[in-house]
Each structure stands twice: as structure tokens, then as C-alpha cells.
């Protein structure tokens, strides 16, 4: 995927509009009409969020008789999703290493504290 792809795809999917014509076509084909009853917008609103989508590659339309139908094509969001992929291990590793941290900070007493003898067992309260 292309720079300039990658930024349609991205750009596409900022908008929930968009996002949300993107989750109905994963249940299946719709007609652009279908589509455009589902939100609170016009036909002609809706019609120039397919067109964005379109442009990106994620959805298809098809004419059948007098119906335009769309479906998805999720594989340009397999290339953006692998793109935010590296930056997922990136922060996974940043976290690894601040719980490392936190962890190894955890086993040193507090200044003021005392450490307890590892050769004595924890007290019950009960004297003997």
C-alpha cells in the first residue's frame, strides 16, 4: 500500500458516518437506498460518503436493473491495520519495560521501611 492509499484509508475511516456504512456492509451487500434510510442525512449526503469510501478502495458498487449495491472490500484496511500493527508491538515493548520497571521498584522498601527477616516467620499477634 502507498502512501497516498494509506491516507485515503485513514481518511475515510475518520468519520463515523463512514465507519458506520463500513459495519452494515459486513453483514452482507445493501443498496445504496437501503444504506441511506439507515442515518439521519440525506440520500445525496450519504451518496458522497460512498464515494469517499469508494475512492479508498473499501467498498464496491455494482448496478443490478435499476439498484446500485455495495459491498465491502476490506482488504485496504488489512494494509492500514497491518501499518498500526508496528506501532502496536512498539507500545507493547514501552509497556513491557515500565511494568519490568514498576515490578523490580516494587521489591525495594519504601525509605523509612523496614525489611523483614526472610528467617523469621510473618507474626500472628500471639505471644508465646
Known amino acids: 500500500m502507498g502512501e497516498y492509499q494509506l491516507d485515503t484509508v485513514l481518511s475515510a475511516v475518520a468519520d463515523p458516518t463512514r465507519r458506520a456504512i463500513l ?7 445493501a443498496r445504496v ?3 441511506a434510510s439507515a442515518f439521519p442525512i440525506s440520500l445525496n449526503s450519504t451518496s458522497k460518503h460512498i464515494k469517499v ?5 473499501l467498498v464496491q458498487r455494482s448496478v443490478r436493473g435499476r439498484d446500485h449495491v455495495l459491498s465491502l ?7 492500514a491495520v497491518a501499518w498500526m500493527e508496528q506501532y502496536r508491538e512498539f507500545w ?3 509497556l513491557a519495560a515500565l511494568e519490568a520497571f514498576v515490578l523490580q521498584d516494587a521489591d ?7 525489611e523483614p527477616d526472610p ?10
Open 33 to 35: 437506498t437501503d444504506l
Open 92 to 94: 507493547e515493548q514501552r
Open 119 to 128: 528467617g523469621t516467620a510473618p507474626s500472628d499477634g500471639a505471644d508465646r
Open 53 to 57: 469510501l469508494e475512492r479508498a478502495e
Open 108 to 114: 525495594v522498601p519504601a525509605e523509612g521501611e523496614v
Open 23 to 29: 459495519d452494515r456492509l459486513r453483514n452482507g451487500d
Open 73 to 79: 472490500r476490506a482488504e485496504a484496511l488489512g494494509d
